[in-house]
């Protein structure tokens, strides 16, 4: 396991390094558009999971626009998702500091957020106005926070306000870990006070795991408050099922 760690930590270092070389290449050519920078993480993230040695599995059609609220078990759901389509991310301002993943973030254009501010809600809910008229997705945790899986926590809806006042379309998805070699879902988990370094290391270490996201179809909501209870509780049944079908 400890060389299985040191390969994947040079390999994930290698890559992230060519990514950013290959990020700024770009921009010595000239400003990039918005959905360039989505598309740079989405190319960026096919090859973090490559390797990590993750597998996905999707169920349901991703959207190409509009917005989309998910559950959050970790920062690899960030890394999967945008595997699977470019999207913009909210995330927590913290992660702006993150090594490394915290400079792809700002080079994907993710969103950041200060959750302690009122000031900074507003703004963001002012940028994800502007995002959703774009022909890229606006992802987003209305969990607040990452969770071991047990259950989907409550949905806040502020964030939600902007799709449900200008009528875009929302999308549910739900994704879940299965593991080839027997450990729970929380053990690839990011929640509590875990730090980073150390559980990437765990996650340097897994054997090999798939992600199985489930995507919903896409609807308009009469209001934020309606939009998150009704896609809380599709997301929720859609872990329960696949819960059921992966025993």
């Given at each position: ?46 090859r973090v999971l ?81 995002r959703l008229k ?114």
């Open positions: 396991m400890i060389l299985r760690r040191i390969r994947r930590a040079v390999a994930l270092a290698f890559v992230l390094t060519f990514c950013v070389l290959r990020y700024w290449s770009t921009r010595l050519r000239g400003a990039m558009t918005l959905e360039q920078h989505a598309l740079w993480l989405h190319h960026t993230a096919r490559k390797c990590l040695k993750v597998n996905t599995r999707i169920d349901g059609a991703p959207p190409s626009c509009g917005l989309v609220v998910a559950n959050h078990l970790s920062y690899l759901d960030v890394v999967i998702f945008s595997a699977i389509m470019p999207c913009f991310f909210i995330a927590k301002h913290e992660v702006e500091r993150w090594p490394f993943f915290g400079m792809a973030a700002r080079m994907g254009g993710t969103i950041f957020l200060d959750r302690s501010s009122q000031a900074s809600a507003i703004a963001v809910a002012g940028i994800i106005e502007q774009l022909p890229v997705p606006v992802l987003l945790f209305p969990e607040g926070t990452s969770t071991d899986g047990a259950q989907v926590l409550p949905f806040h809806s502020r964030l939600i306000a902007p799709a449900t006042e200008a009528g875009v379309p929302i999308t549910a998805a739900a994704i879940r870990y299965e593991l080839t070699d027997g450990l729970a879902e929380r053990e690839l988990c990011w929640f509590d006070a875990a730090t980073f370094l150390p559980h990437l290391g765990k996650v340097l270490g897994v054997a090999e795991f798939t992600a199985h996201l489930q995507f919903g179809e896409s609807q308009v909501y009469p209001d934020r408050r309606a939009a998150a209870i009704l896609t809380h509780a599709e997301i929720s049944a859609m872990r329960e099922a696949g819960a059921e079908v992966a025993q």
